[in-house]
T-cell receptor, first 114, second 113 residues
Framework: GESVGLHLPTLSVQEGDNSIINCAYS??????FIWYKQESGKGPQFIID?????DKRQGQRVTVLLNKTVKHLSLQIAATQPGDSAVYFC?????????????FGTGTRLKVLA | DSGVTQTPKHLITATGQRVTLRCSPR?????VYWYQQSLDQGLQFLIQ???????AKGNILERFSAQQFPDLHSELNLSSLELGDSALYFC????????????FGNGTRLTVT
């Protein structure tokens, strides 16, 4: 499949610290990117998105950075809280042949330490 | 709450059986997507509908089919079930045919015994 992986990378962060979660995307033609948060037993929840004509976008406590040169996306969470513990994954959106296609990353597990 | 509703939440059935999963998209969303999520793989795209018409197909097995009805709700039918079909099945909706956020339901957990 396009996103594989049984063992997710894990990022452990102390409560109150900032978290940075990284994602390498695959296609230089992708022009829209989304970050999702998935808690256990729930569906992926939209966090923030960014289009390829931007380098940075800020939301509430979250910032997404896009580096098109190296095809890299990052999600920064400020003042990480216990409720931020979840799996985070990015998605890229591309128009390969007349129909938009979303490609999802495998995800990073964020553990917030009290 | 994403506004996307999926039923049932859990489904346990035997091999060889057929099940139907249901999805109601967010109000106003015309696109519905179906994804499968199992432990050894991430989100796998199955199929997309837009305003009642099939728009894109992913790695959907021939034993699986879907449709989107005039009221925009969608159903995913899984037949001749195998043990390997056990997974979480998610529905997502968006207001366009693509290039906008997908909003996911909380999924149906299918267990085939």
């Amino acid at each position: 499949g396009e996103s594989v992986g049984l063992h997710l990378p894990t990022l452990s962060v102390q409560e109150g610290d900032n978290s940075i979660i990284n994602c390498a995307y695959s296609n230089s033609a992708s022009d829209y990117f989304i970050w999702y948060k998935q808690e256990s037993g729930k569906g992926p929840q939209f966090i923030i998105d960014i289009r390829s004509n931007m380098d940075k976008r800020q939301g509430q406590r979250v910032t997404v950075l896009l580096n098109k040169t190296v095809k890299h996306l990052s999600l920064q969470i400020a003042a990480t809280q216990p409720g931020d513990s979840a799996v985070y994954f990015c998605a890229e959106n591309i128009l390969p042949s007349g129909t938009y296609k979303y490609i999802f990353g495998t995800g990073t597990r964020l553990k917030v330490l009290a | 709450d994403s506004g996307v509703t999926q039923t049932p939440k859990h489904l346990i059935t035997a091999t060889g059986q057929r099940v139907t999963l249901r999805c109601s998209p967010r109000s106003g969303d015309l696109s519905v997507y179906w994804y499968q999520q199992s432990l050894d793989q991430g989100l796998q795209f199955l199929i997309q509908y837009y305003n009642g018409e099939e728009r894109a197909k992913g790695n959907i097995l021939e034993r699986f089919s879907a449709q989107q009805f005039p009221d925009l709700h969608s159903e995913l039918n899984l037949s001749s079930l195998e043990l390997g079909d056990s997974a979480l099945y998610f529905c997502a909706s968006s207001d366009t045919e693509g290039n906008s956020p997908l909003h996911f339901g909380n999924g149906t957990r299918l267990t085939v015994t």
